[in-house]
């Protein structure tokens, strides 16, 4: 089945500084690629998604990357703030009513101020 | 505030004990999931349902039970818990049937099993 691996787990970037998160996955029939953000007992929350049809696509600050063929995608943030630090998750799925969406094991991002 | 509301937002339960954790949305969507997180292995879907009437089985769905009676409501049911069920259990739900789509997430129940 789907496997999702991301990295890295723990993030500590310097704030205004970038910072990049990655995820492979494994199956080559996925075509939807979203990003969450969870906060300390809160749900997560997206921040970004891509679809495959599309290569890259921005948001502000966030940016998220879509290499097909490598089967991998990557979530970016510039200009890192405070209000990033939280844990990111990234997810693959497929598109019919009977798959399901599996998600990367998360991402701790600490911003040091 | 339209959204998710889940309950109880964290209990203690006695191994062996049925319980059932609640999940309401006021956003009409059609699907609605269940997922436990656990230190490390992130969010996996233990069930699911595309739209009201109708529940098919995720990634760890053993011990647990769910219905869809209506569009709004999404109980999950430990029959007997076990302390490997011990977790954070968070509801989510999105718009269409699938999930290639945004989903918007409650803000979990924590549940331990003793």
């Known amino acids: 089945g789907e496997n999702v691996e991301q990295h890295p787990s723990t993030l500590s970037v310097q704030e205004g500084d970038s910072a990049v998160i990655k995820c492979t996955y494994s199956d080559s029939a996925s075509n939807y690629f979203p990003w969450y953000k969870q906060e300390l007992g809160k749900g997560p929350q997206l921040i970004i998604d891509?679809?495959?049809?599309?290569g890259e696509k921005k948001d502000q600050r966030i940016a998220v990357t879509l290499n097909k063929t490598a089967k991998h995608f990557s979530l970016h943030i510039t200009e890192t703030q405070p209000e990033d630090s939280a844990v990111y998750f990234c997810?693959?799925?497929?598109?019919?009513?009977?798959?399901?969406?599996?998600f990367g094991s998360g991402t701790r991002l600490s911003i040091r101020p | 505030i339209a959204g998710i509301t889940q309950a109880p937002t964290s209990q203690i339960l006695a191994a062996g004990r049925r319980m059932t954790l609640r999940c309401t949305q006021d956003m009409r969507h059609n699907a609605m999931y269940w997922y436990r997180q656990d230190l490390g292995l992130g969010l996996r879907l233990i069930h699911y349902s595309n739209t009201a009437g109708t529940t098919g089985k995720g990634e760890v769905p053993d011990g647990y039970s769910v219905s869809r009676a209506n569009t709004d409501d999404f109980p999950l049911t430990l029959a007997s818990a076990v302390p490997s069920q011990t977790s954070v259990y968070f509801c989510a739900s999105s718009p269409g049937q699938g999930p290639n789509q945004p989903q918007h997430f409650g803000d979990g129940t924590r549940l331990s099993i003793l």
């Open positions: 997810a693959a799925s497929r598109g019919s009513s009977a798959s399901k969406i599996i």
């Open positions: 891509i679809r495959s049809n599309v």
